[in-house]
């Protein structure tokens, strides 16, 4: 069974950094789409990055192309994102997600991904 935990989270000024988590266990490290996904008080849950395990392909929202990266570490079970350049529209719950395999036509869509995280909160200022 998959289990997805995030943290990392927290509050930082505009500008600044942060790197987020997620401990993941039940996922196959060679077979796996592994994604970041966020929402925004009344706003619908978005994509911001994905990565095929297998390969190591990723893909960004064009919001978030060139200030974050996608990451994962198979020995860790852990998959990141680290984001830099911080804004107060990227203020949101992030959640972490996962899915065996996900067609490169259908990446960031929410409901592609079947196992989801509890999230963690960042606040940007």
């Known amino acids: 069974q998959v289990q997805l935990v995030e943290s990392g989270g927290g509050s930082v000024q505009a500008g600044g950094s942060l790197t987020l988590s997620c401990a993941a266990s039940g996922v196959t490290w060679s077979s796996y789409s592994m994604a970041w996904f966020r929402q925004a008080p009344g706003k619908e849950r978005e994509g911001v990055a994905d990565?095929?395990?297998?390969?190591?392909?990723?893909y960004y929202a064009d919001s978030v192309k060139g200030r974050f990266t996608i990451s994962h570490d198979s020995a860790k079970n852990a998959l990141y994102l680290q984001m830099n350049s911080l804004k107060p529209e990227d203020t949101a719950m992030y959640y972490c997600?996962?899915?065996?395999?996900?067609?490169?036509?259908?990446?960031?869509?929410?409901?592609?991904?079947?196992?989801w995280g509890q999230g963690t909160q960042v606040t940007v200022s």
């Open positions: 997600a996962a899915e065996l395999f996900v067609d490169y036509r259908k990446r960031l869509r929410v409901n592609e991904y079947t196992y």
């Open positions: 990565i095929y395990t297998a390969g190591g392909s990723t």
